[in-house]
């Protein structure tokens, strides 16, 4: 059994009370937040508030959904042994895969990282969010995608550097791993479709990077 994991779920009528009284005022203009925002993957070991992390699951928890259905489960892990658990667990599935041909390039290197003890899924982040939603649900990963991206956008605004986490979500018909978060609170319909790593980045003055990358690619076919 997992001894006191840190879950936070926040029930709506607390939500909206909270909306209500907040009047944030942001340092970053919109597009800035977006276009800045880079994945972190080094972290230093110092926590996030409470506060901070309040902030960023609200920026989720208005993200869209299909037809307003509101089915993400956020699962947000601070608790340090049971993140190291975590990790090992998911090394040690992955060192049990082999890389075949035509294998997705970040799969593959996962299980190689794997086999040579070297894969820390959640790049020793002090915080992992975790999005689970049920698993016949049609939207289940487009609102998981949405409340992930709306997230790390609110946290590139509070300094926070994030990544997006995709090994949980590749492993989410694996038993043990499924029985796991069960244990903390992930209902019986319920899988993992993304997780977020998120602290303050292991950078000299603690801030993420924020020059952006250029696009090469994300073509767009305009019709007029």
Request: hydrophobic content about 40%; charged content about 25%; some cysteine.
């Amino acid at each position: 059994m997992v001894n006191n994991p840190v879950i936070l779920i926040y029930p709506l009528k607390e939500f909206r009370y909270t909306l209500v009284k907040e009047r944030e005022v942001p340092s970053m203009n919109v597009n800035d937040a977006i276009v800045t925002r880079r994945s972190t993957r080094a972290y230093r070991s110092e926590p996030v508030s409470e506060e901070q992390l309040q902030k960023v699951i609200k920026a989720g928890r208005m993200a869209p959904s299909g037809g307003n259905s509101q089915k993400c489960h956020f699962i947000v892990i601070t608790d340090r042994k049971l993140l190291g658990k975590l990790a090992v667990m998911v090394q040690d599935t992955f060192a049990a895969r082999e890389v075949t041909e035509g294998m997705y390039v970040s799969m593959a290197s996962a299980i190689t990282r794997a086999k040579a003890g070297k894969l820390i899924f959640h790049y020793n982040a002090p915080c992992l969010i975790v999005m689970a939603n049920d698993r016949d649900y049609g939207n289940n990963m487009a609102d998981c995608s949405c409340a992930l991206e709306n997230m790390m956008i609110m946290a590139n605004e509070l300094d926070l550097g994030t990544c997006w986490i995709n090994q949980l979500r590749w492993l989410n018909e694996d038993e043990k791993l499924v029985e796991l978060f069960r244990q903390l609170g992930m209902k019986e319909n319920e899988r993992i479709y993304g997780s977020l790593a998120i602290g303050y980045p292991a950078t000299d003055d603690g801030l993420p990077v924020r020059k952006p990358l250029p696009r090469s690619g994300n073509e767009v076919t305009w019709i007029k």
